[in-house]
């Protein structure tokens, strides 16, 4: 997908230019091309080095159009991982461990949150399998992976989002207390375009997963 900013035109317009039309190529992808596309980016996942060695993940649940997540949750969970997904509060977001797919209601414009009520940072807190290392206190071992959905990206490992900052609110949060994510998003290649459009407090990923590549942060 070719998308060119035009100059001198209001960021937050641009933005929402990008984001609809980014949308709207995804939402055009049947559903047996999403069930398609979305196997391949797991199974990618799968073999990561990262899904291999973290003990907890952060995970989106997907929504209309997303890369389906479903599949990546119950296998987690099944691998012994602790698995938190996020639940919308007025204009803030936290993410809330479950055990099963059946503890996700449907909630804020009809996705699935969780319904428990222990939130990441609680667990962080309680959490008595940190390492010997002093430092490790607001920490976990083996970086936290959070897994991150977007309306566009582009190959730098920028993300635009749904317009409400939730993800980049709450994950400023996290490295702002020192908590070592990595931090992973999922799209479908159709929705890359040439440059996302940033501003400062925007977070750029460590990785991209699409159905086609894997696109790494250039530091």
Known sequence: ??????????????????????????????????????????????????????????????????????????RAIADGKKVFCPKVSGTDMEFYRIIGVGELKAGYKGIKEPVGSQDFLDFLCERDDLSDDPD??????????????????????????????????????LLENNIDVYMLGLGYECQLIDKVPCEAHDIVLDMLVTEENIYRRKI
């Open 1 to 74: 997908m070719d998308v060119s900013l035009n100059d001198g035109k209001d960021l937050a317009d641009e933005k929402k230019r990008i984001r609809r039309e980014a949308l709207s190529v995804r939402d055009m992808l049947s559903q047996e091309l999403r069930q398609e596309k979305s196997s391949k980016i797991l199974q990618t996942i799968y073999e990561m080095e990262i899904y291999k060695i973290t003990n907890v993940i952060l995970c989106y649940v997907d929504y209309q159009s997303e890369v389906i997540t479903t599949p990546l949750i119950e």
């Open 136 to 173: 490790a206190g607001n920490r976990v071992n083996n970086k936290t992976l959070v897994i991150i959905p977007g309306s566009a990206f582009d190959k730098g490992c920028h993300r635009m989002g749904y317009g409400k900052g939730f993800y980049d609110k709450y994950l400023t949060r």
